[in-house]
């Protein structure tokens, strides 16, 4: 079974530019969270959606980042403009939760982003 | 608010001895609790999870983990380090059910020496 599809793997850009960071999860699971990881702070969850809406987004650090998910087998995370802080790898991963699910979490192996 | 503490954010061990990764977490019931483990370069991957029941929980690649609800605990061992064990290591807390977020610890890396 495939797992949890983010692409591009890799995205060097200038500050200032709109980048984009796609995510698919596995087919069936009803969560999907955006996670951002950095050495100085860690594994920082961004936002979280519950069978396409988005449940909790209190981790966007700004105005800047968006999320949003159309459907069940896509997601994505923008930023614009984006910025040299905002360098790090964000990982997507999906669960299945509630009465069918245990909340486990699949990661995919993660976007990164340098900002120059 | 639920939170998670790995006092160690680096261990180093030899090939073969034993090894304990300490978690403590902070949640006003009994939480889901989970160990993940990250690869260089990779997504983490589930170790094992507690959700209730016996406290001794087996996971993947040899990890064990104990609840200790008295000591707000939930420590991954494993009795012989193999070198292909060093990676960064992740404690997680999460409230029953899966629906909210999973909190994550800020990880312990693990370096195994021959």
Wanted: charged share 15%.
């Amino acid at each position: 079974d495939a797992g949890v599809i983010q692409s591009p793997r890799h995205e060097v850009t200038e500050m200032g530019q709109e980048v984009t960071l796609r995510c698919k999860p596995i087919s069936g699971h009803n969560s999907l969270f955006w996670y951002r990881q950095t050495m100085m702070r860690g594994l920082e969850l961004l936002i979280y959606f519950n069978n396409n809406v988005p449940i909790d987004d209190s981790g966007m650090p700004e105005d800047r980042f968006s999320a949003k998910m159309p459907n069940a087998s896509f997601s994505t995370l923008k930023i614009q403009p984006s910025e040299p802080r905002d360098s790090a790898v964000y990982f997507c991963a999906s669960s299945s939760t509630g009465a069918s699910g245990n909340g486990e979490l699949f990661f995919g192996e993660g976007s990164r982003l340098t900002v120059l | 608010a639920q939170s998670v503490t790995q006092p160690d954010i680096h261990i180093t061990v030899s090939e073969g001895a034993s090894l304990e990764l300490r978690c403590n977490y902070s949640y006003g019931a009994t939480p889901y609790l989970f160990w993940y483990v990250q690869s260089p370069g990779q997504g983490l991957q589930l170790l094992l999870k507690y959700f209730s029941g016996d406290t001794l929980v087996q996971g993947i690649k040899g990890f064990e983990a104990e609840f200790k609800r008295s000591q707000s605990s939930f420590n991954l061992r494993k009795p012989s380090v193999h070198w292909s064990d060093a990676a960064e290591y992740f404690c997680a807390v999460g409230p029953p059910g899966g629906y909210q977020k999973v909190t994550f610890g800020t990880g312990t890396k693990l370096q195994v020496i021959p």
